[in-house]
């Protein structure tokens, strides 16, 4: 059954509790997920999105008992990723000739995905598909997060059905975010935001600015996943604006990964310096090997500077900080320090990769890497300690104490 949301508009979408991990395991969803389709009913009727493949004769099934399909008027698709054309196949094969309205590249990207001839209707922004007492204003989106994205402003009951902007993989039967658990769901807002949305940062200012400036009145947000922004949508938008301006806390985030726990040995004493120089900022210790890799991802997208480290391992670094690192590069995290560190054992490359990979993603690399040859000793756990409050300093914008005894590592 759907689930109205207002007088003209149903949710028609699928709430998927047992979703663990998105794009492939790129992404993990503890929370699960939801795929948000609308019916709209205001004497045309149209459908805005759909839902992911596996659901997708699900889907159709449950889109019959809210209405003869043969009564659609119109689809709508706002972006194309599977998880939101998946059933179109199966929907479009029941209703063959039935206008698709989307982008000029959300055209190329159905095509390319199903291969299939429809009725498309390219659509830009400010172009509009009158109902009967609303009207729906197409505007396009584009790289956020994929080239055809647009959003689709409904007047009369002032709804922007955003798409992928301002959802989150979370899995709730509320749908409305008056009736959720608003601190998991901003958790998932932000590691959304955190994974997905950061390298495409200055073009979700430009987008914001550019719907705020046609002054449209707004009642509610309605993504393609996660709830409903009913109460004051006004909010996640700003909250989005925030995200996109170079985000960070009062927070220093440590990432690491160990072998015979030289490295972990290394990181807690960084920690304990970093604590010593500052108490007011937040540090968070992270292992590359056994936390979430999207979790490591929101608290660096949450700090103002961060330490990553591992040990030497066939002249190179583990495996898990490796596979981070050029997650982090492809985030392209802006305004952020970085310094690295590790253990090894007779070579002692590892920290200096880790470093290199680091400035060229764009890090303001504040000091050289530090290195300990195999085990930390009392010296070199105080090297690891000062090395900490080094780094807290030039986080703080303070110039580094100094100590007298070599802190890169060979």
């Not at 992404?27 to 795929?35: D, E």
């Not at 805005?48 to 009564?71: A, M, N, Q, S």
């Not at 002249?315 to 985030?331: D, F, N, P, T």
């Not at 530090?370 to 010296?379: M, V």
């Given at each position: 059954?759907?689930?109205?949301?207002?007088?003209?508009?149903?949710?028609?979408?699928?709430?998927?509790?047992?979703?663990?991990?998105?794009?492939?395991?790129?992404?993990?969803?503890?929370?699960?997920?939801?795929?948000?389709?609308?019916?709209?009913?205001?004497?045309?009727?149209?459908?805005?999105?759909?839902?992911?493949?596996?659901?997708?004769?699900?889907?159709?099934?449950?889109?019959?008992?809210?209405?003869?399909?043969?009564?659609?008027?119109?689809?709508?698709?706002?972006?194309?990723?599977?998880?939101?054309?998946?059933?179109?196949?199966?929907?479009?094969?029941?209703?063959?000739?039935?206008?698709?309205?989307?982008?000029?590249?959300?055209?190329?990207?159905l095509r390319g995905l199903y291969h299939q001839d429809w009725n498309y209707v390219t659509v830009k922004t400010g172009d509009t598909l009158d109902l009967d007492s609303c009207r729906l204003t197409f505007v396009e989106a584009p790289m956020l997060h994929w080239p055809d994205t647009m959003f689709t402003y409904m007047s009369g009951d002032n709804i922007?059905?955003?798409?992928?902007?301002?959802?989150?993989?979370?899995?709730?039967?509320?749908?409305?975010?008056?009736?959720?658990?608003?601190?998991?769901?901003?958790?998932?807002?932000?590691?959304?935001?955190?994974?997905?949305?950061?390298?495409?940062?200055?073009?979700?200012?430009?987008?914001?600015?550019?719907?705020?400036?046609?002054?449209?009145?707004?009642?509610?947000?309605?993504?393609?996943?996660?709830?409903?922004?009913?109460?004051?949508?006004?909010?996640?938008?700003?909250?989005?604006?925030?995200?996109?301006?170079?985000?960070?806390?009062?927070?220093?985030?440590?990432?690491?990964?160990?072998?015979?726990?030289?490295?972990?040995?290394?990181?807690?004493?960084?920690?304990?310096?970093?604590?010593?120089?500052?108490?007011?900022?937040?540090?968070?210790?992270?292992?590359?090997?056994?936390?979430?890799?999207?979790?490591?991802?929101?608290?660096?997208?949450?700090?103002?500077?961060?330490?990553?480290?591992?040990?030497?391992?066939?002249?190179?670094?583990?495996?898990?900080?490796?596979?981070?690192?050029?997650?982090?590069?492809?985030?392209?995290?802006?305004?952020?320090?970085?310094?690295?560190?590790?253990?090894?054992?007779?070579?002692?490359?590892?920290?200096?990769?880790?470093?290199?990979?680091?400035?060229?993603?764009?890090?303001?690399?504040?000091?050289?890497?530090?290195?300990?040859?195999?085990?930390?000793?009392?010296?070199?756990?105080?090297?690891?300690?000062?090395?900490?409050?080094?780094?807290?300093?030039?986080?703080?914008?303070?110039?580094?104490?100094?100590?007298?005894?070599?802190?890169?590592?060979?």
């Amino acid at each position: 059954m759907g689930k109205k949301i207002t007088g003209k508009v149903t949710w028609v979408g699928k709430t998927d509790w047992e979703l663990k991990s998105f794009h492939g395991d790129e992404y993990s969803t503890h929370k699960g997920s939801s795929y948000n389709a609308w019916l709209v009913r205001d004497g045309k009727n149209v459908l805005i999105d759909t839902v992911w493949g596996p659901y997708d004769k699900e889907f159709v099934t449950r889109l019959k008992e809210e209405i003869d399909l043969k009564d659609i008027d119109a689809i709508v698709m706002n972006h194309n990723e599977n998880d939101h054309s998946g059933a179109l196949p199966e929907l479009m094969r029941e209703i063959p000739d039935v206008p698709i309205y989307c982008t000029k590249k959300g055209e190329q990207i159905l095509r390319g995905l199903y291969h299939q001839d429809w009725n498309y209707v390219t659509v830009k922004t400010g172009d509009t598909l009158d109902l009967d007492s609303c009207r729906l204003t197409f505007v396009e989106a584009p790289m956020l997060h994929w080239p055809d994205t647009m959003f689709t402003y409904m007047s009369g009951d002032n709804i922007l059905f955003s798409n992928d902007g301002f959802g989150q993989h979370y899995a709730t039967e509320s749908l409305l975010e008056s009736t959720a658990d608003m601190d998991e769901v901003m958790r998932e807002a932000k590691k959304y935001y955190a994974n997905i949305l950061t390298l495409y940062s200055p073009q979700v200012t430009r987008k914001i600015r550019e719907i705020l400036e046609m002054n449209l009145p707004l009642n509610m947000i309605c993504p393609s996943h996660g709830i409903i922004w009913d109460q004051d949508p006004g909010a996640i938008v700003r909250q989005y604006l925030e995200w996109a301006d170079a985000y960070q806390e009062n927070q220093i985030t440590i990432v690491y990964d160990t072998m015979w726990n030289s490295t972990r040995q290394m990181a807690q004493a960084i920690a304990r310096g970093i604590e010593s120089a500052d108490p007011d900022v937040k540090v968070k210790l992270m292992n590359a090997a056994k936390d979430d890799k999207n979790d490591i991802l929101t608290e660096i997208f949450s700090s103002k500077a961060v330490l990553v480290g591992s040990p030497t391992i066939n002249y190179g670094i583990s495996h898990a900080i490796a596979g981070l690192l050029e997650m982090i590069r492809g985030l392209r995290f802006k305004k952020k320090k970085a310094a690295a560190f590790g253990s090894y054992g007779w070579s002692g490359e590892g920290p200096k990769q880790i470093h290199d990979h680091l400035q060229k993603s764009g890090f303001e690399m504040v000091s050289d890497p530090l290195g300990i040859l195999w085990n930390p000793d009392r010296d070199t756990v105080a090297d690891c300690e000062a090395f900490g409050r080094q780094f807290a300093m030039a986080a703080a914008g303070s110039t580094a104490e100094t100590t007298g005894r070599q802190l890169s590592g060979n």
